[in-house]
């Protein structure tokens, strides 16, 4: 009932306001039309839009191509004429067809909806009505060898600032291109209520998302006495992010609470909520009885544009399953994703993405106080988030790393090029099941030829690889897809023109020296160790761009050696303030990875001092990093297992003097 109430509520709300602003948008298809996503990426980077969650809605591309024309006309063109189709009162969105000759062992394809390697034939597509500016109902499916779901299918109402979404609606919270921690297209799409926007608000530009979904029926929910009940589960989520003025950079706060199932449930709103803003309450003491809550995770994300000769973008994903030391705002079982993207790359387009986690993802046993799920954090089985959850004995909380390398090529009128190569490792050293399986090194490979035919595509794909488990799988795909991503306007210059680079935009090089000091809490029940101060190389490598007449944003990656041990660390906000004189103020933040016995991470943050152009392009710097509560699992055989923790933590103070040489 109250579900209802608030639903009416929200809809009456958004009639009303809809007087006042843009109507709903379409969505664009997520990853299901290759050609348009890859060319609507690379129009996003170009136009300075830091895109954070897909789907992404038509407007939001739209916005985003004045900009982009003014560096590249003929991609600009390309996607300007897709995109008219989602511009009318009704019409086809995509319509994607695929036929197979498989051979092999059956492994899932990543961030395909559930689809695995040996199915002969994918079907996908997705049309829509918009009577009324403010209304949108769209019909959409895909399916392949074992399965079909209504995926697209979904009615919106509301405006730019409130556009509601009933229905089969995809989610990736990540501005990565390949994985999404929380929440992705692994898996077949649940059924959701969400509530977004899609025009950022004010001049910070600040930009929410809110859902709640059912997931798939398990009758392995665990309740808090040990019982089993059946049920389907409920997964919400909720974001909030930043994009002020035209600074070409984004940053948001996400998190996710996965709860309730048969006699799981009886939560009420307000204890969610609570969850959702005490996390430490929800895994140590609960809310009562009728309002237990089961699993929660949490990320931080940024990306940064620069806007130089060679546009690129880096960003990045930091999020944990846990808290850190009873912290609610900290991370512990972390995942760290770092994302390199060049929109134009001489005649090429090139995308780069590295992940690495720690054990326990996507897998929750019950406690005392907790819902405890024995099919994992999935749905029909499939994990909810990054494709490493599907490259593993079911249920082992193993720890790994992953990387992607995406190259394409587009000759013109010929078609587009598009080779894909990934690998993923198990470590081997993470030990917090039972025996550690024997895992194999995965390595994936797919390359796909696209070419239009008037205003449809033909195409093919091949792919090949080895999975964790040593099973090899070869696949050879011929497809149709409706659409002209690939296909120029009459209007198209030749040549891609020279973009001037903006002031105050730079890439930068500091090399200096950096001394440490490392506080080691190993157990707790021993005494914490400090290292005294230890003196090593430093390197960062980063970029910025001006947001202000004084303030500068960007992104970087450091490198330093600390006793004797490598510490890198991604800044996800760099901000700086440039005085009327020489000198500059710089505040950082980021997630620190500490090469110890197995990978520790934490946050970190600082505060520094510039003193510019010294000599011309040379500046001179000092700062202070300190990262807190730098964690990791105590797994290795050997190591003490004293104490009620499982983890170790490390407090590192790190001061840094160095030159930087600017570009």
Not at 580 to 607: I, K, Q, V
Request: hydrophobic residues 40%; aromatic residues 12%.
């Amino acid at each position: 009932m109250s579900v209802r109430r608030v639903l009416l509520a929200g809809l009456l709300f958004m009639c009303v306001a809809a007087v006042h602003a843009r109507g709903v948008s379409p969505y664009l298809p997520l990853n299901l039309d290759p050609e348009l996503e890859r060319e609507v990426e690379r129009v996003l980077v170009l136009g300075g839009k830091p895109v954070m969650t897909r789907p992404i809605a038509a407007a939001t591309v739209l916005d985003a191509l004045p900009k982009a024309c003014e560096v590249d006309a003929v991609l600009c063109g390309r996607v300007r004429r897709a995109l008219k189709r989602y511009m009318q009162n009704t019409g086809v969105e995509f319509l994607s067809l695929e036929g197979s000759v498989t051979h092999g062992d059956h492994v899932t394809i990543p961030n395909q909806h559930g689809q695995d390697e040996q199915s002969p034939y994918q079907a996908a597509g997705a049309a829509y009505l918009q009577p009324w500016d403010y209304l949108l109902v769209n019909v959409g499916g895909v399916a392949y060898d074992g399965r079909q779901k209504a995926t697209g299918s979904f009615v919106s109402v509301g405006s730019d600032w409130a556009q509601l979404d009933i229905g089969y609606r995809d989610h990736w919270w990540s501005p990565m291109t390949d994985s999404s921690t929380l929440i992705s297209t692994e898996a077949p799409t649940m059924p959701s209520v969400t509530i977004s926007n899609y025009a950022p608000l004010t001049r910070l530009g600040w930009q929410y998302e809110v859902f709640l979904a059912r997931m798939s029926y398990s009758d392995k929910i665990v309740l808090t006495n040990g019982d089993f009940t059946a049920g389907y589960p409920k997964f919400a989520g909720a974001r909030l992010g930043i994009e002020p003025g035209n600074a070409g950079w984004s940053l948001s706060a996400n998190r996710v609470i996965i709860f309730g199932g048969g006699a799981a449930g009886g939560q009420s709103f307000w204890s969610v909520l609570q969850a959702f803003f005490d996390p430490t309450k929800a895994q140590t003491t609960g809310f009562g009885t009728e309002d237990v809550i089961g699993k929660q995770e949490a990320s931080l994300t940024s990306r940064f544009i620069y806007p130089g000769r060679i546009p690129f973008s880096i960003y990045f994903e930091y999020a944990g399953n846990d808290t850190a030391s009873g912290n609610r705002l900290s991370f512990s079982k972390t995942d760290l994703s770092v994302g390199l993207q060049f929109p134009r790359l001489g005649p090429f387009d090139v995308t780069y993405e590295f992940s690495e986690w720690q054990p326990t993802w996507y897998v929750h046993g019950f406690s005392s106080v907790q819902t405890g799920y024995e099919d994992g954090i999935t749905n029909y089985l499939l994990s909810i988030g990054h494709w490493f959850g599907d490259q593993r004995v079911f249920g082992d909380a193993i720890g790994g790393q992953s990387n992607m390398l995406r190259i394409g090529w587009e000759p013109g009128e010929q078609g587009r090029l598009e080779l894909t190569l990934r690998s993923l490792v198990n470590d081997s050293y993470y030990s917090v099941t039972s025996t550690p399986f024997a895992y194999h090194h995965a390595n994936m490979g797919t390359l796909m030829y696209s070419r239009p035919v008037g205003d449809n595509i033909l195409g093919a794909q091949v792919d090949y690889g080895r999975d964790v488990f040593g099973g090899h799988y070869s696949r050879f795909s011929a497809f149709y897809r409706y659409g002209d991503a690939l296909h120029g306007g009459a209007d198209d210059t030749d040549e891609a023109a020279e973009y001037e680079r903006p002031d105050h935009t730079e890439v930068h090089v500091d090399v200096g020296a950096v001394a440490s000091s490392i506080l080691a809490d190993i157990t707790s029940d021993t005494p914490r160790i400090n290292s005294g101060t230890g003196v090593g190389p430093h390197l960062t490598i980063g970029a910025r761009r001006g947001m202000t007449d004084h303030q500068d944003i960007g992104a970087a990656i450091d490198a330093d050696d600390v006793h004797g041990v490598s510490l890198v660390g991604a800044r996800i906000v760099d901000w700086r303030w440039r005085f009327n004189n020489p000198l500059a103020l710089n505040l950082f933040l980021g997630a620190a990875r500490y090469a110890a016995a197995t990978p520790a991470y934490g946050f970190y943050y600082g505060a520094g001092l510039q003193w510019r152009e010294v000599i011309p392009h040379w500046d001179v710097g000092v700062d202070y990093r300190y990262a807190q509560k730098v964690d990791r699992l105590r797994t290795l055989p050997g190591e003490p297992q004293s104490g009620y923790r499982p983890d170790a933590y490390y407090d590192i103070s790190m001061a840094t003097l160095y030159v930087s040489r600017k570009f």
